[in-house]
């Protein structure tokens, strides 16, 4: 398993329900069902080395197309690399607000 989950938010999930199982087995599964439960999380610096690369290939291919004068393909790798810039933002800054 590979996926990331909010401390806090499993922390919180804890506090307010408890384990009430009479025995330690039935408080390990359900302790197992609470983690399955959470909402899983990602890898901030993967997400953004990808969505930085991703940029790279879309500003290789804006210049290719600016000296081929070819607007229309300019104006296509343009909208993209701002896309990324505004996608990065929202990874960097994605989370609850606590």
Do not use: W
């Amino acid at each position: 398993m590979n996926d990331l989950i909010s401390r806090q938010a499993l922390i919180r999930m804890f506090n307010c329900n408890g384990l009430c199982g009479n025995s330690p087995e039935e408080d390990k599964a359900e302790a197992i069902e609470f983690i399955k439960m959470q909402p899983t999380a990602y890898d901030m610096h993967k997400v953004t080395d990808k969505i930085n690369h991703y940029k790279k290939i879309m500003q290789n291919n804006y210049d290719e197309s600016k000296s081929l004068q070819d607007k229309e393909a300019e104006n296509y790798y343009r909208g993209r690399m701002s896309a990324s810039v505004d996608i990065l933002e929202i990874v960097k800054g994605g989370g609850i607000d606590e």
